[in-house]
């Protein structure tokens, strides 16, 4: 069980860093915790909400060199881009930080579902899977176990493109606010499956599963700790 603490240690790395973060209404939670222990430790972290339009911007920025590390906790853009939904960033999201060698860690937060505009952008033949609607312009369809399946194997397949600089952590409970035990969204099935399909993709990238949800502090703990132990590898290497 990774603890549950204030802060990762500043006495391991105090890197002044600028550090690109993606977050979302269903990851946020965590993001923000996250930033905040990053903060503490010395970085800089600007957050990209995953709208399609902000993971294309954050793409930008890491391709461009503006970004030393990488908090990639929401990646419901993958989801829409191979289940048709309404925010996809395109191919190239999950790209440039292998690309530009930039230290990233990496969650599947948000994959548990498809975002569309409106209830009636939903296909009539997943009409009858969970799905919750947020408003007019908002309607989150959940991902079944071979969507989910697809899901993992292209961000495994992303993921091994850098596994010296890559770190993948997987929360078994849950990746979302609405994957949560006792809600409709849950699906421990799918979960399993994206699981599974990451790790068949994604090589000698390290893939860590950890018994938490993904809204859990001690997640969040845990993907500042690796980032920042990523970044202070860089610096000895550098060094």
Known sequence: MVPILD???????????????????????????????????GCEVVVFHATGKGGAAMEAEIRA????????????????????????????????????????????????VVRFLALDAVPRAAIARPLE????????????????AALGQALGAKAARAPATTRVLLPRRGLSALDLEGRAGA???????????????????????????LLDPALAFAAARELLGLLAERTADRA
């Not at 973060?21 to 965590?30: K, M, P, Y």
């Not at 030393?68 to 191979?82: F, Q, R, S």
């Not at 930039?102 to 969650?107: I, Y």
């Open 187 to 213: 699906d421990r099935g799918a979960r399993a499956a994206l699981f599974a399909a990451l790790r068949a993709a994604a090589g000698a990238t390290p893939v860590r599963e950890l018994d938490l949800h």
């Open 7 to 41: 802060r990762p240690d500043p006495a391991e790395t105090r890197p002044e860093r600028v550090i690109a973060a993606s977050s979302c209404t269903l990851t946020e939670a965590c993001v923000e915790r996250a930033r905040t222990l990053l903060v503490a430790a």
């Open 133 to 148: 609607v947020h408003g007019p312009a908002l309607t989150l369809l959940r991902t079944t176990p071979s969507e989910a």
């Open 65 to 112: 060199g503006r970004c030393a590390g990488v908090l990639d906790l929401a990646l419901g853009e993958l989801a829409d881009a191979l289940c048709g939904g309404a925010m996809s960033a395109g191919p190239t999201r999950l790209t440039a930080a292998a690309e530009r060698d930039v230290p990233q860690v990496v969650a599947p937060g948000g994959m548990d």
